[in-house]
């Protein structure tokens, strides 16, 4: 295996250095042979896509060759790590594949019967929660994902797929098996009720209040926003319109607070990291503009973090220390002061080789 060598900034430090790439790892010393990759340039730890769907399409699963693309398009825009948060197919194949992101699964959505997109979550009775949970816990890596609130088209609102006492249940035995759990919440009843029975992580987060936001700051809870997928909203609401004028009203007053729900959020102290919902709806590749609109809540440093370390060091993997895994990225200006420079990586190495 060629060793490498590279010289600029490396994130989140300030001073150039050198780095150097041995045996598929960041090296302490300097190996006898190594040829130089890039000088003058600026190095982010592997990008993390926190809230990715590898598998999953508008239809719902799709077969390997699509699934394959979906990951080389992550990669390429920088994304080495990928927290996939629910796939109607199983996707440990790419854990073999060198040139493919590592992924951390969560297996597949829980659901109710009919309370989420179709064709995309393995729908339960709400007693059978435990028991799936169990089941997806061990099928993924160490994440279970819930659907947390979705239309009920009985009320013609959002409201909560589970009763409280239920999830509580669920939580405790995903956490005694050893996984996380993590849920979709548009509104504001589900992400109490959950945050409340002890959940690891939420996504979207749109319905947080400011005592929630405090709760969750406090024991650490994750929030992965997904901006730019809350910027359809008022698809979702145009989609609903005739039928459930309520549910409109409500995602549409959800997409106008969003900026401001987030900012407090993150002003509060909850630990936010970067998820693009690609997969699905939405294409993959676009961990860049994800960045620049977490910039708006908190800063440019923020969002990097966001995309890279913070969230690393948050999903269990190092960051580029002597020992770790050679993931990395590449760029030609500080993202800190450009952070459009994100959308031009100028290499990408994974697991210590240029692809
Ligand atoms: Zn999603």
Same mark, same amino acid.
């Given at each position: 295996?060629?060793?490498?060598?590279?010289?600029?900034?490396?994130?989140?430090?300030?001073?150039?250095?050198?780095?150097?790439?041995? +045996? %598929?790892?960041?090296?302490?010393?300097?190996?006898?042979?190594?040829?130089?990759?890039?000088?003058?340039?600026?190095?982010?730890?592997?990008?993390?896509?926190?809230?990715?769907?590898?598998?999953?399409?508008?239809?719902?699963?799709? +077969?390997?060759?699509?699934?394959?693309? /979906?990951?080389?398009?992550?990669?390429?825009?920088?994304?080495?790590?990928?927290?996939?948060?629910?796939?109607?197919?199983?996707?440990?194949?790419?854990?073999?594949?060198?040139?493919?992101?590592?992924?951390?699964?969560?297996?597949?959505?829980?659901?109710?019967?009919?309370?989420?997109?179709?064709?995309?979550?393995?729908?339960?009775?709400? !007693?059978?929660?435990?028991? /799936?949970?169990?089941?997806?816990?061990?099928?993924?890596?160490?994440?279970?994902?819930?659907?947390?609130?979705?239309?009920?088209?009985?009320?013609?609102?959002?409201?909560?797929?589970?009763?409280? +006492?239920?999830?509580?249940?669920?939580?405790?035995?995903?956490? *005694?098996?050893?996984?996380?759990?993590?849920?979709?919440?548009?509104? *504001?009843?589900?992400?109490?009720?959950?945050?409340?029975?002890?959940? +690891?992580?939420?996504?979207?987060?749109?319905?947080?209040?400011?005592?929630?936001? !405090?709760?969750?700051?406090?024991?650490?809870?994750?929030?992965?926003?997904?901006?730019?997928?809350?910027?359809?909203?008022?698809?979702?609401?145009? $989609?609903?319109?005739?039928?459930?004028?309520?549910?409109?009203?409500?995602?549409?007053?959800?997409?106008?607070?969003?900026?401001?729900?987030?900012?407090?959020?993150?002003?509060?102290?909850?630990?936010?990291?970067?998820?693009?919902?690609?997969?699905?709806?939405?294409?993959?590749?676009?961990?860049?503009? !994800?960045? !620049?609109?977490? $910039?708006?809540?908190?800063?440019?440093?923020?969002?990097?973090?966001?995309?890279?370390?913070? $969230?690393?060091?948050?999903? %269990?993997?190092?960051?580029?220390? $002597?020992?770790?895994?050679?993931?990395?990225?590449?760029?030609?200006?500080?993202?800190?002061?450009?952070?459009?420079?994100?959308?031009?990586?100028?290499?990408?190495?994974?697991?210590?080789?240029?692809?």
């Amino acid at each position: 295996m060629t060793a490498w060598h590279l010289s600029g900034v490396v994130l989140p430090g300030t001073e150039p250095t050198d780095l150097w790439i041995s +045996d %598929g790892v960041i090296s302490a010393e300097p190996p006898g042979d190594a040829q130089t990759l890039a000088r003058d340039v600026w190095i982010m730890p592997g990008l993390v896509d926190a809230h990715c769907h590898v598998g999953l399409a508008a239809g719902g699963a799709v +077969d390997r060759a699509t699934a394959e693309q /979906q990951a080389i398009t992550d990669r390429d825009s920088g994304v080495l790590l990928i927290r996939d948060a629910g796939a109607p197919v199983d996707t440990h194949w790419v854990d073999d594949r060198a040139d493919l992101p590592r992924i951390i699964r969560a297996g597949r959505h829980i659901a109710v019967h009919k309370r989420y997109i179709r064709n995309y979550a393995v729908e339960i009775d709400p !007693e059978d929660l435990v028991s /799936q949970v169990e089941h997806e816990a061990r099928a993924g890596d160490g994440w279970v994902k819930l659907v947390g609130d979705w239309i009920d088209r009985s009320v013609g609102d959002l409201r909560p797929l589970w009763p409280a +006492d239920v999830t509580e249940q669920a939580i405790n035995r995903a956490h *005694e098996l050893g996984a996380r759990v993590t849920a979709h919440c548009f509104g *504001e009843e589900s992400v109490a009720e959950l945050v409340a029975a002890g959940i +690891d992580c939420i996504e979207h987060g749109t319905g947080l209040s400011g005592e929630v936001m !405090e709760q969750m700051a406090a024991r650490g809870v994750g929030l992965v926003p997904t901006m730019t997928n809350l910027e359809y909203f008022p698809d979702f609401a145009a $989609a609903g319109e005739a039928k459930f004028p309520t549910y409109a009203a409500h995602m549409r007053a959800l997409h106008a607070t969003r900026f401001d729900v987030l900012g407090a959020a993150c002003e509060a102290g909850v630990p936010i990291y970067a998820g693009t919902d690609a997969g699905g709806r939405l294409r993959h590749g676009r961990i860049a503009e !994800e960045a !620049e609109l977490l $910039a708006t809540l908190g800063g440019n440093e923020f969002a990097l973090g966001a995309i890279s370390w913070r $969230a690393r060091h948050w999903l %269990g993997a190092e960051s580029l220390t $002597a020992g770790a895994p050679a993931d990395l990225v590449v760029y030609n200006a500080d993202p800190r002061e450009h952070i459009a420079v994100l959308h031009h990586p100028r290499l990408v190495v994974l697991r210590g080789q240029p692809v």
